[in-house]
Antibody, heavy 120, light 109 residues
């Protein structure tokens, strides 16, 4: 069975950098797209971007292009979401998501979420 | 960019009743690439429907999806207590590849 296990909660200060992770198992990591979805406190879902670990092809939502970096390490079946300089408005729950059917980006499996809190 | 608008914002019903949730797109959703998710408090969302009308694995048949073009509907035929949650629609066929609606909260009346 597909499993996505995310790294733990983070508390950071504005301006700090951060990289959170999502380890995939139960499937061929290089053969399926894996992405990230943001949920700000009390708000809805926002798609951030997605990566195909097989060739590192990465697509971003226009809203998040240039704000975050998505990457993957095939050798350890892990995808990453990275910020170079956090803002208070980055405070949110972040979910990694798995797309089961080629480049049709609906999400059959979700990680448990990583809560990121940015506060001075 | 396709914008999805869900209605109503909140729906108050009783167990056993039928729920009808709407998702309207600002332009046609290609090939009916429309999905529905359920999210309960403190949990990650769960895929219910993809391709506008195909149930995901393990989803009870009281959940059904319909629609095409710009108008889509999620119907829950007879509400169970565990169905009260927030529901999101999502399109995945057009630029910017993936967008979600703002959600409909289904609450117990």
């Amino acid at each position: 069975e597909v499993q996505l296990v995310q790294s733990g909660a983070e508390v950071k200060k504005p301006g700090e950098s951060l990289k959170i992770s999502c380890k995939g198992s139960g499937y061929s990591f290089t053969s399926y797209w894996i992405g990230w979805v943001r949920q700000m406190p009390g708000k809805g879902l926002e798609w951030m971007g997605i990566i195909y670990p097989g060739d590192s092809d990465t697509r971003y939502s226009p809203s998040f292009q240039g704000q975050v970096t998505i990457s993957a390490d095939k050798s350890i079946s892990t995808a990453y979401l990275q910020w170079s300089s956090l803002k208070a408005s980055d405070t949110a729950m972040y979910y990694c998501v798995w797309a089961p059917y080629g480049d049709l980006f609906y999400f059959d499996y979700w990680g448990q979420g990583t809560l990121v809190t940015v506060s001075s | 960019e396709i914008v999805l608008t869900q209605s109503p914002g909140t729906l108050s019903l009783s167990p056993g009743e039928r729920a009808t949730l709407s998702c309207r797109a600002s332009q046609s959703v290609s090939s009916s690439y429309l999905a529905w998710y359920q999210q309960k408090p403190g949990q990650a969302p769960r895929l219910l429907i993809y391709g506008a009308s195909s149930r995901a694995t393990g989803i009870p048949d009281r959940f059904s999806g319909s629609g095409s073009g710009t108008d889509f509907t999620l119907t829950i035929s007879r509400l169970e207590p565990e169905d009260f949650a927030v529901y999101y629609c999502q399109q995945y066929g057009s630029s910017p590849l993936c967008t979600f609606g703002q959600g409909t909260k289904l609450e117990i009346k």
